[in-house]
């Protein structure tokens, strides 16, 4: 009988080859004290045939929050992501940053703060701001060599006068820009 490189421990995790990974029955319980769940997306990130789940995660400090003069009470508690790989009896953390995003209620000058949104689509994770009718930024990660890499960058730019399209491919190293000049 082969013996399993990966062994279970006492403490809710894995060994793969002296690398420890958390796992847990349920998404929600990789929540950090103090962290609400602000949006789960679930779709399949490692091409297993299941769906994993992304948990974007925002804090509940109530130091964070802070009464405008215009806009009355605002959370500006940050947003953070957890990504998790479902192996059906049990979710493996891939990776966890929580505090990464901006929160919603950040102040965005003359016009409103960048909007984000998450989403899972054939196997790729898109991480898209949104900055309604001045453009946008995203940036494309895909499972690979057992972490989440950064494969692509899109940045798209609308002004008064000129509008940029920008995208990088950093599987391939290419770079393509384009300048639309409006008349």
């Known amino acids: 009988k082969p013996v399993s490189d990966t062994t279970a421990t006492k403490n809710n995790s894995i060994d793969h080859h ?4 958390e796992t847990k029955k349920n998404p929600t319980d990789f929540l950090p004290k103090g962290f609400v769940v602000f ?7 490692n091409k297993d045939g299941i769906e994993d789940c992304v948990l974007i995660i925002k804090g509940t400090d109530k130091n964070q929050v802070i009464t405008d003069e215009y806009r009355g009470q605002l959370d500006r508690n940050r947003r953070g992501i957890i990504v998790l790989l479902n192996k ?5 953390l891939a990776v966890k940053n929580y505090n990464c995003f901006s929160s919603e209620n950040e102040d965005g000058g003359v016009y409103f703060a960048p909007e984000l949104s998450v989403e899972i689509e054939k196997g790729i994770l898109y991480v898209h ?3 309604g009718r001045y453009g946008y930024w995203k940036y494309n990660f895909r499972f690979q060599n057992s972490d989440f890499e950064l494969i692509g960058y899109n940045e798209f730019s ?3 006068i000129n509008n940029r399209e ?3 491919n950093f599987s391939t190293k290419e770079k393509r820009e384009i300048l639309y000049i409006n008349n």
Do not use: Q
Not at 39 to 45: A, F, S
Not at 88 to 92: G, V
């Open 129 to 131: 701001y949104g900055h």
């Open 39 to 45: 949006e789960k997306i679930n779709g399949d990130l």
């Open 158 to 160: 609308n002004g008064a």
């Open 166 to 168: 920008t995208s990088v």
């Open 18 to 21: 002296n690398l420890i990974v």
């Open 88 to 92: 059906n009896e049990h979710f493996e």
